[in-house]
């Protein structure tokens, strides 16, 4: 098992002192920095973890974990088995506990038994609360965004959705995509897009896509 993290901070800081970051679905252990191999982007929690920032790294030891699962570096279903084949459809269903079960063995090597807190948005909240249910003698703060105690049944519907639309792209075969060349982008850019959906208020829609021309547009070309 490979687990990818980056830390930020002194490294020799006491463990009272450690803050753990968790990335939500579609983030990585990138959270601040330049862009540069594997990170197409600056860091995505610019201006809130740095020296003097919100998480101060002055005064923490900061760490972000890729999850179990991802595509950053830690063991996933593209990485590749004793064959040199990548594992698919093969690579077991995971849980966001199994998720959390890799971070408590990070922590344990990098000598941390208690964090000083554990910040999350979205899936990283998710993720921050299983620490807490768990391992509640090892967090001595919650920092919860976006997230409410458990999935209500619309949730889970419109994720059956974005699954059957990822599922459904010709490219997907059966989870194999990797030995093909070509992934399920189309069947991904759609859950993406109703997974947005999701995430926004009817006054933040009316907001950014009203029926009135926005900025200079011309609704009767291209607006």
């Given at each position: 098992?490979?687990?990818?993290?980056?830390?930020?901070?002194?490294?020799?800081?006491?463990?009272?002192?450690?803050?753990?970051?968790?990335?939500?679905?579609?983030?990585?252990?990138?959270?601040?920095?330049?862009?540069?191999?594997?990170?197409?982007?600056?860091g995505w929690w610019e201006g809130i973890v740095g020296p003097g920032l919100a998480i101060d790294?002055?005064?923490?030891?900061?760490?972000?974990?890729?999850?179990?699962?991802?595509?950053?570096?830690?063991?996933?279903?593209?990485?590749?088995?004793?064959?040199?084949?990548?594992?698919?459809?093969?690579?077991?269903?995971?849980?966001?506990?199994?998720?959390?079960?890799?971070?408590?063995?990070?922590?344990?090597?990098?000598?941390?038994?208690?964090?000083?807190?554990?910040?999350?948005?979205?899936?990283?909240?998710?993720?921050?609360?299983?620490?807490?249910?768990?391992?509640?003698?090892?967090?001595?703060?919650?920092?919860?965004?976006?997230?409410?105690?458990?999935?209500?049944?619309?949730?889970?519907?419109?994720?059956?959705?974005?699954?059957?639309?990822?599922?459904?792209?010709r490219n997907f075969f059966g989870g194999d995509y990797y030995e093909h060349g070509a992934g399920?982008?189309?069947?991904?850019?759609?859950?993406?897009?109703?997974?947005?959906?999701?995430?926004?208020?009817?006054?933040?829609?009316?907001?950014?896509?009203?029926?009135?021309?926005?900025g200079g547009e011309d609704p009767l070309v291209g607006g």
């Amino acid at each position: 098992m490979t687990v990818a993290y980056e830390t930020w901070g002194a490294v020799n800081a006491q463990r009272s002192n450690a803050v753990l970051v968790e990335h939500a679905l579609t983030g990585d252990s990138h959270v601040t920095g330049p862009s540069g191999p594997r990170h197409h982007t600056k860091g995505w929690w610019e201006g809130i973890v740095g020296p003097g920032l919100a998480i101060d790294t002055t005064r923490f030891f900061v760490v972000c974990a890729n999850v179990l699962g991802g595509a950053q570096g830690t063991t996933g279903p593209s990485s590749l088995d004793a064959t040199d084949r990548p594992f698919g459809s093969r690579f077991p269903q995971i849980t966001i506990r199994d998720q959390v079960a890799i971070e408590v063995a990070l922590a344990s090597r990098l000598g941390i038994d208690v964090w000083h807190a554990i910040v999350g948005g979205s899936m990283g909240a998710m993720r921050a609360l299983e620490w807490a249910i768990a391992h509640p003698s090892r967090v001595a703060t919650l920092v919860l965004l976006a997230i409410g105690a458990a999935s209500t049944a619309d949730e889970i519907a419109q994720s059956s959705l974005q699954i059957r639309a990822i599922k459904a792209d010709r490219n997907f075969f059966g989870g194999d995509y990797y030995e093909h060349g070509a992934g399920p982008r189309e069947g991904l850019a759609i859950a993406r897009g109703i997974g947005h959906f999701t995430y926004r208020t009817a006054d933040e829609f009316d907001a950014r896509f009203s029926r009135n021309a926005q900025g200079g547009e011309d609704p009767l070309v291209g607006g």
